[in-house]
């Protein structure tokens, strides 16, 4: 059973940076498409961004485009996000999600879910 734990999470000024983390266990992320929600409170979860099994293809929401880059290492089994230029609206508890798929070069923010695992969530707070 795959078991994703974020970490990474914090305070952080506009305009800041966070490198969030996940680490995957009880299997390979290899065969899994991961992706990166958000939910602010009193909002609907959001997709942020995903990668790709193979790590071949990466999608974002226009919302971060520019500013967030995800990536994987499959031999570490960990998957990170890269927040740079943070606003105040990027608040919110993110979560690493995976989902496996036969699509290995393949990923999708649309549609939470499509995501059969979930890590527990860590807090980003973009304050002044």
């Known amino acids: 059973q795959l078991q994703l734990v974020e970490s990474g999470g914090g305070l952080v000024q506009p305009g800041g940076s966070l490198r969030l983390s996940c680490a995957a266990s009880g299997s390979s992320l290899g065969s899994y498409a991961i992706g990166w929600f958000r939910q602010a409170p009193g909002k609907e979860r959001e997709g942020v961004s995903c990668i790709s099994a193979t790590g071949s293809a990466t999608n974002y929401a226009d919302f971060v485009k520019g500013r967030f880059t995800i990536s994987r290492d499959n031999v570490k089994n960990m998957v990170y996000l890269q927040m740079n230029s943070l606003k105040f609206e990027d608040t919110g508890i993110y979560y690493c999600?995976?989902?496996?798929?036969?699509?290995?070069?393949?990923?999708?923010?649309?549609?939470?879910?499509?995501?059969?695992?979930w890590g527990q969530g860590t807090q980003v707070t973009v304050f002044s």
């Open positions: 999600v995976a989902i496996w798929t036969p699509y290995k070069d393949a990923c999708t923010i649309d549609g939470y879910g499509r995501y059969g695992y």
